[in-house]
Nanobody, 117 residues
Framework: EVQLVESGGGLVQAGGSLRLSCAASGFVFDDYAIGWFRQAPGKEREGVSYISSSDRSTYYADSVKGRFTISGDNAKNAAHLQMDSLKPEDTAVYYC??????????WGQGTQVTVSS
């Protein structure tokens, strides 16, 4: 069974940085996309960033462009999200998601990111 293990997150002041990590255990995949969604209280879950294992293409939501950087580690089926210049509106639960072969979707347990003003 595939499991996504997340780490990172926490409490930081506005302007600070945090780094999230996510690694898949159970199987080794060749073709997948891995990234993060986030959900703030009272809001819908939204895509933040992802990276493709095949061509290393990346996606960033407009709200995080220029502040967040995603990187991938194919050997470990893992990814990292460096979050800089954090704002209070970045406060949310961040969920790692892996899509394998464009079909199978796996979610991490979520990690809280809180940015104080």
């Amino acid at each position: 069974e595939v499991q996504l293990v997340e780490s990172g997150g926490g409490l930081v002041q506005a302007g600070g940085s945090l780094r999230l990590s996510c690694a898949a255990s159970g199987f080794v995949f060749d073709d997948y996309a891995i990234g993060w969604f986030r959900q703030a209280p009272g809001k819908e879950r939204e895509g933040v960033s992802y990276i493709s294992s095949s061509d290393r293409s990346t996606y960033y939501a407009d709200s995080v462009k220029g502040r967040f950087t995603i990187s991938g580690d194919n050997a470990k089926n893992a990814a990292h999200l460096q979050m800089d210049s954090l704002k209070p509106e970045d406060t949310a639960v961040y969920y790692c998601r892996m899509t394998v072969g464009g079909i199978h979707i796996y979610w991490g347990q979520g990690t809280q990111v809180t940015v104080s003003s």
